[in-house]
């Protein structure tokens, strides 16, 4: 069974270099897209039967907000 650090590194990371693409996507790093997602609860941490209830409060893709629960008014 993968522990969480591992998953989330499987689907940023290791997604990216599966498609060639490491180099601008994956990681948060200078010069990376920065297409992230701000959950409402900390998923390192909180409790495994709680992890289907995440949900993004805050994303950006391509440096633009497209979701936004948290009133900074860009949705």
């Known amino acids: 069974m993968l522990d969480?650090?591992?998953a989330l590194r499987l689907y940023t990371n290791n997604a990216a270099w599966i498609a060639f693409d490491e180099n601008e996507r994956g990681s948060?790093?200078?010069g990376k897209l920065a297409d992230i997602a701000?959950?409402?609860r900390p998923y390192l941490t909180m409790p495994a039967s709680?992890?289907?209830r995440?949900?993004?409060v805050l994303t950006l893709l391509g440096g633009r907000v497209?979701?936004?629960?948290l009133g900074s008014g860009q949705d």
């Not at 497209?66 to 629960?69: G, K, R």
């Open 4 to 6: 969480r650090h591992e």
């Open 28 to 30: 948060l790093s200078a």
């Open 38 to 40: 701000v959950l409402d």
């Open 50 to 52: 709680d992890i289907h």
């Open 54 to 56: 995440l949900r993004s």
């Open 66 to 69: 497209v979701h936004d629960e």
